[in-house]
């Protein structure tokens, strides 16, 4: 089974920036479209950004569009989600996973706090 690994969240002001990334333990990630998804208190899980296995598309929510760049390594098995001009509203723990079932496991995720 797949291991998933976020890390980069952390408390930051309103209009500021993250840069989260997700780790895999094999190789399969280079093979299935992934995204990040987010949980906010008391809300559903929710998937906010998306790539295909090669990178040549990538998918946005239309409350992260123009604000949030998906990537991925696939040589090093680890995504990325660049996030600007951050609102409180983006306040979550944020997980990556497969696009689409059946998911991976998932991971511990990482919280991402916007606030003043």
């Known amino acids: 089974q797949v291991q998933l690994v976020e890390s980069g969240g952390g408390l930051v002001q309103p209009g500021g920036s993250l840069r989260l990334s997700c780790v895999a333990s094999?190789?399969?990630?280079?093979?299935?479209?992934m995204g990040w998804y987010r949980q906010a208190p008391g809300k559903q899980r929710e998937l906010v950004a998306a790539i295909s296995s090669s990178s040549d598309s990538t998918n946005y929510a239309d409350s992260v569009k123009g604000r949030f760049t998906i990537s991925r390594d696939n040589a090093k098995n680890t995504m990325y989600l660049q996030m600007n001009s951050l609102k409180p509203e983006d306040t979550a723990v944020y997980y990556c996973?497969?696009?689409?079932?059946?998911?991976?496991?998932w991971g511990q995720g990482t919280q991402v706090t916007v606030s003043s």
């Open positions: 996973n497969r696009e689409r079932s059946p998911t991976f496991n």
């Open positions: 094999r190789r399969i990630f280079s093979t299935v479209a």
